[in-house]
């Protein structure tokens, strides 16, 4: 089943999330009109007077891609999963830092230093961390806009990683019983890719094992632990690891320094938990935090599968939870494209200008429009982006590739460009 569907009225105040079936009846019977498309939101034509339901945004945010979830009454209405595009700024950002060093060199005496005003402000976050905290902040506000919110819940630490080196401390409920061993197995999984550390065999029940013996003197810290199946575990029994892999040099050093390696997207996500804690409290909503255990923790009590919008769902304390929706919306940042005056071959050499008018025939490039081409060749129906051109012949990427030459008379708008890409 679809998303339910946003709703407001024409004070443009968020009501109650409806299901499609009732969406249906009231854009049919013209008592409202579709608003937006991505993600669709219907517009009442009157003003309403229902009761507000008590809506929860739930986030659990990920290095590559974030999970929403909508909860109203322990069942989720809404799910998204955002795609973060921080590996296209780093790239991006390398980039400049080549094409500035090559201009450093040119040694041209005119250019003034610049190395005595980079100085980092408290709390500096690199763009590509940057750009998750904010793309987050700005669905939840579009989210606040369109429903009730009346509380925000975050999956604040991937992995407590001060509590899995010492098991020891107390105070937090969470560290106690048998939510301790899915803290620590969910890390290790992540650390170990899900293999068998030492033959790499993969979809087979996998344990926990030290690698330095801990009959040996061992100890249960994070960086001595590993994954690894049944078989190898009894043929390694209590042997050290320079013993057990006598034979495999190489292999022995690769484990071991992978042991005291930090996981880069866990690291990604840890170095900016905070930035975006306190980024949500601008809301002024009351913001909740749980840990990445807890989560999986509700998520394998209430045997829902592995996503990252009902990862999301389970964030925080969770009693139960019935799911309403199976297609979360799919959104992925594309950016608003770049700044470039002109455009160069492969070899950086210009060889065309971008034109300064951005829009043509009403149109801009990213915009998701509808083509229906009723004569000619090119008969049919077209959903996508669309890339313009001044000649009004247009072209249109939607999931059955690109079209070419679509002329503008054809196309109408069903989604401003608004730099993200949406599938359902």
Known sequence: MSNFVFVIDTDKKPCNPIHPATARKLLTSKKAAVYRTYPFTIIL?????????????????GSRVTGFALVKDNKVVFGAELTHRGSAIKASLESRKSLRRGRRARHTKY????????ARPKGWLAPSLRHRVETVLTWVKKFIKLTPVTGISQELVRFDL???ENPEISGVEYQQGELLGYEVR???????DRKCTYCGVENVPLQVE???????????????????????????????????LSKKPELSKKIQLQAKRPLKDAAAVNSTRWALFNALKTTNLPVSTGSGGLTKFNR?????????????????????????????LLIKTVGHGSRQSCRTDKYGFPNRYVPSNK????????????????????????????????SGSFNISGLH???????????????????YSYAT
């Open 210 to 244: 030290h690698i330095h013996p801990k009959a040996k003197g061992g100890s249960n810290k994070i960086s001595n632990l590993c994954l690894a199946c049944d078989k190898c575990n009894k043929k390694k029994g209590t042997q050290d690891i320079k013993t057990f």
């Open 359 to 390: 829009i043509h025939f009403g149109f801009q490039t990213g915009d998701i429009v509808k083509a229906v081409v009723k004569t000619g060749k090119k008969v049919g129906c077209y959903v996508g982006k669309v890339a313009i051109r001044s």
């Open 300 to 328: 394998t009590r209430l045997k829902l599968p592995k996503t990252h919008w009902l990862d999301a769902g389970c964030v925080g304390t969770v009693d139960s939870l019935e799911v309403l929706t199976t297609k979360p």
């Open 162 to 164: 001060q509590q899995l």
């Open 186 to 192: 969910e890390y290790l999984l992540n650390k170990w």
């Open 45 to 61: 034509k009157n003003v309403s007077t229902k009761k507000l339901s008590s809506v929860q945004i739930k986030i659990d945010p």
């Open 401 to 419: 590739g690109l079209v070419q030459g679509i002329s503008y008379k054809f196309c109408k708008r069903i989604h401003s460009k608004d730099g």
């Open 111 to 118: 250019r003034k230093p610049k190395f005595s005003n980079r």
